[in-house]
């Protein structure tokens, strides 16, 4: 098996962390005004989740035996799922690195480049000028795209990313399950998943447009 970019060849895929209180609850009846007019009592709200950007770097080199990528097809599978598991799109750089030969041919070990802002828990001690991040938990699993045959395609990409890249996001509850046999595809199970500390990127990018017009 190998895979190419699907925008050139459109081959498709073969295969401490510091919770900052709000402030006090406003607003929120006692139990006993709960109880005097038969309405139920208001259950406070989980403290918002605090974060901010973070940068970071790594290099990545595939080395597969059952599926074979062209350097782009492998720059954009690594991007896709950076995407995925909240990285920043704003500054998100994935390069083709070392990366030789024919590039519509796959390559032996085709590799990339990353450099890219990921969110970590805001510190207890915080720089007032660091701008923080309301952030949520989202449960995420790769392949996203891809099932059956096509998932069990990737399962050496997903163990590799497992160990490489996964580290450097902020991540709870993480589960790999992966068998990869050399030349032999698995088609059920292939899977990595986990809880990802994200942000909502599109209603922070309006913000700050709304911020810079109002100057």
Known sequence: MWKSSRRKLGTPALAAAAAVSLGAW????????????GAPAAQPA???EFAVWTQKEVQFTYMGFTTHYTC?????????????????????????????????RPNPFPGVKIKMSVLQPAPAQLSPDTPLVEAHWKA???????????????????????????PLFTTRNLDLHATCVPHQLEPLGTKLQAEVLVTDQKKAAAKQASAAEAR
């Open 26 to 37: 406003v607003g929120v009846p006692s139990l006993a005004a709960a109880a005097d007019d």
């Open 46 to 48: 989980a403290p918002a």
């Open 72 to 104: 782009d097809g492998l720059r954009e599978d690594i991007r896709d799922m950076l995407l995925q598991l909240g990285a920043r799109k704003s500054d998100l750089k994935v390069t083709e690195e070392p990366c030789s030969g024919n590039p519509d």
């Open 140 to 166: 995420v699993k790769l392949p996203y795209r891809e099932t059956g045959i096509n998932a069990a395609g990737q399962c050496e990409l997903l163990e590799q990313f497992n160990h490489t890249i996964m």
